[in-house]
Structure formats: C-alpha cells, structure tokens
C-alpha cells in the first residue's frame, strides 16, 4: 500500500495536530502515546514517510533505533520504572492502527497489568508532567 500523507502521526509530524512532544532532532520524533497502555507510554518515529520496517531505509531504521534508546533510557530514569517494554507493530494483521512505522516504549512493573492496545484516550494535559520529566531525563 502506498504512504498515507494524511496518517495521523504525518500530521504530528507537520504539526497539523498537537502532540506531547519529548525529542526531536532532523531525522526522528518522539512524543507521548495519547492512549497509553501505561504511565510514561511513548511513541518514537522516523521523520521518512515510511509505513512499516520493510518501507524504512537502513539509515532511517539506524536513526530511528538510535533515538528509541536515547529516549527509552530517559523513560526509564524518570519513571524509576525497573522494567522496560519496547514494541514495533507492521501490518493490520499484527495490530498496527497508525500505517507511519513507530516504536512504542512502554514502562514496566511487576503486578501492573497493560491497559488495552490503542484503546483509552487520556487527556493530553495529563501528559505533559510526565513528558516535563522524561525531557528531563534527556
Ligand atoms: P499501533 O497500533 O502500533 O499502530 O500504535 C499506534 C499508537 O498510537 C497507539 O498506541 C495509540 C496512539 N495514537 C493514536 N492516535 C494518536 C494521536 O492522535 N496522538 C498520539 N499521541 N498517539 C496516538
């Protein structure tokens, strides 16, 4: 299937619509999940307009694995999370919702069950605090 300019994270990335961002530097962004699965949940992207790993050119994945650890490890830190989730969807079949290739990274503690994929908005305002401290932890 060909790019979707008009997905919903092409518009975040031309600021057509707001984001709770954390980084951002000329080939990748990250910002908060606004459905998170768990306090802290953030989404890194590449800049490219690629849909899945498989569209992604070798130096995009690099810049876009290099910031998913850059950013994780910030999570980490400011969560005082003592376990780490990262996960990468691509394709319908497999769960993806947003056709702009993404990693999520998702804090972890024992005894604390995921919320549903993709399912609960919050409001973005409820973000930011957390958002202030994973920036920083940059
Ligand atoms: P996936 O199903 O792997 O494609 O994950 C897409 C994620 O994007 C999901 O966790 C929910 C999140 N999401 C969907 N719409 C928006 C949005 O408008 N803003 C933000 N920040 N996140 C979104």
Redesign the pocket.
Known sequence: MPYDPNN??AK?LRSE?P??RVYEDTRTLA???????AEG?T?VIPKDPAENIFDLSPGGMAALIATTQLVAKAVKKALACPGLML???NGEAA?????HV?F?IIPRTAGIDLKF??RE?VN?QALEPIAARIRAAL
């Open positions: 919903i994270f975040i619509i984001s709770v910002f908060m999940d606004v459905m998170p699965q949940h989404l996960v990468q969807l769960g993806q919702s947003v056709n993404h999520h994929h993709a908005t973005p």
